[in-house]
């Protein structure tokens, strides 16, 4: 339930850079504060280079507009991703801030989102991610923008070099590690608690909330942790490889004398995943997880029924030979294994093989896995969900509960031309609830929810989040325990 509206902040506000106005939100209890640097801009010396801190400016900035979105390659047009062109540049690490608080000493849990788009798409400033329900139901709301792709992630022998850490590669994870300690040091000026700091994120988001509890670097900058539909328990880039990799590119001064446009071009088919480094990761995730190291927070995590159908499409001739051929050259010796789990024995059979085989390996092993490790090593609670409603409108058949369907339920935005019904609208106001009281307390639960219990191994209960909110057990328990045994092979 929204909280009651009423007159929000007075501007101008003062943050550690200066003073800055925002604008009125769509109700006159919320302000919102645009494009705030948390960050210098990342270019000529500072392209792959450790974030530095923003300059101050004087008099008072206008926090009323977005900034450009970080460089990267649109979603083709028929994507069910695509989204209108924004301004791109490479001076992109900016944060916005939604906030219902009525002063600055209110001191409201914070959430801090983490926009997905496989680290090289994606922005803050995407309208599925507008904060303004969540702000009205009592949390500050922060979404930001990091480099991506060769501009967040390259590795090079050269920059090892410069290093004072001796790594390289992982600039977006350090760019989302600046931005959570701008909000540490200035978001009680939006009424936000610095101790009660969500992170939470969607697919490339999730990975990036997966990594920051892993890393040493993020400890103590945030005490609760969400993560959709992402997780980064398999094999990791080492630094050495990462590097040789990133050395096919040329010399760094080279590089850097590149216009963004070039290096877009030249990196087009090339893939530059988060590496081991030694600093921000001392080793895999898993290994992390595995040994206790972890950041010790509350966790809530989960994944949806149909990842795979707009992530993995099945061919329009596909056929189950091709399907049964593709699970002998993944799995060798255990194809037969493998086969009985997810059946071929006609090509309409395979294409849901297809597809439920896809959604466990990417998606739901990584997030049970995930909390199972944590309740493992770690003294935090967590909690598993699944989400299987169907959004309703002419695409449903072909889609299902899509990669990052649950997104507008979250966030309680049910806009645009889906013909949403009462259904989505009560599912959509349960879970941002949850995420809210989850954000407030480190536990989901709340008044008139049902009620959510703690993850247990041995219990293995999950929330469905779908026409009805229930308790299951055991969700796809052989497949995701062959997969464990996969892992550890």
Not at 395 to 409: K, L
Request: with cysteine; hydrophobic share 40%.
């Amino acid at each position: 339930m929204c909280l009651p509206s009423a007159l929000a902040l007075t501007d101008p506000i003062r943050i550690s850079t200066g003073l800055i106005s925002g604008v009125q939100g769509a109700d006159a209890g919320t302000r919102v504060y645009k494009a705030i640097p948390y960050a210098a801009a990342p270019t000529g010396q500072l392209r792959w280079a450790a974030p530095k801190p923003a300059l101050a400016w004087a008099g008072t900035r206008k926090a009323d507009q977005f900034s450009p979105v970080c460089e990267q390659a649109p979603y083709p047009a028929a994507s069910i991703y695509y989204s209108d062109p924004a301004p791109m540049s490479e001076d992109c690490l900016y944060l916005n801030v939604w906030t219902a608080a009525k002063s600055s000493t209110e001191r409201r849990p914070v959430m801090l989102w983490i926009h997905g788009g496989a680290l090289t798409r994606g922005a803050g400033s995407t309208p599925a991610y507008d904060g303004e329900a969540l702000a009205g139901k009592g949390v500050v709301l922060v979404t930001i923008n990091y480099r991506l792709g060769i501009f967040g992630f390259l590795a090079h022998p050269e920059l090892t070099k410069e290093s004072d850490r001796k790594a390289s590669g992982n600039y977006a994870i350090l760019d989302q590690i600046a931005a959570l300690e701008w909000v540490q040091k200035n978001i009680q000026a939006f009424g936000g608690d610095p101790k009660r700091i969500t992170i939470f994120g969607e697919s490339a988001g999730s990975w990036s909330v997966n990594y920051l509890m892993a890393t040493p670097l993020a400890r103590g900058l945030f005490q609760r942790a969400i993560g959709e539909s992402g997780g980064a328990f398999g094999t990791m880039r080492t630094l050495a490889e990462a590097e040789e990799i990133g050395a096919k590119f040329g010399t760094i001064q080279a590089l850097r004398e590149k216009s963004a446009e070039d290096l877009m071009k030249a990196s087009a088919t090339a893939s530059f995943p988060p590496n081991v480094d030694g600093w921000l990761l001392p080793t895999d995730v898993r290994t992390i997880f595995a040994q206790g190291k972890q950041n010790d927070v509350a966790l809530l995590a989960g994944s949806n029924a149909d990842e795979g159908k707009s992530l993995s499409p099945w061919p329009a001739n596909g056929k189950a030979q091709d399907y049964i051929d593709q699970i002998h050259r993944l799995f060798g010796a255990k194809a037969d294994e493998v086969l009985k789990l997810y059946p071929a024995a006609t090509d309409e059979q395979a294409k849901e093989s297809h597809f439920a085989s896809y959604r466990d390996l990417s998606f739901a092993w990584q997030m049970r896995t995930w909390v199972r490790l944590q309740t493992k090593t770690g003294s935090s609670e967590a909690y598993l969900y699944y989400f299987n409603r169907v959004p309703p409108g002419p695409q449903s058949n072909r889609y299902g509960a899509y990669h990052a369907a649950e997104i507008a339920y979250v966030f309680n935005n049910l806009t645009g031309k889906r013909p949403w019904e009462e259904t989505d609208r009560k599912l959509s106001d349960a879970m941002s609830s949850y995420w809210v009281n989850f954000a407030a307390e480190g536990d989901p639960n709340g008044k008139g929810l049902p009620t959510w219990p703690a993850y247990k191994s041995d219990e293995d209960a999950a929330i469905e989040f779908g026409d009805t909110i229930q308790t299951v057990h055991g969700m796809r328990a052989a497949a995701l325990d062959f997969f464990d045994r996969w892992a550890d092979r």
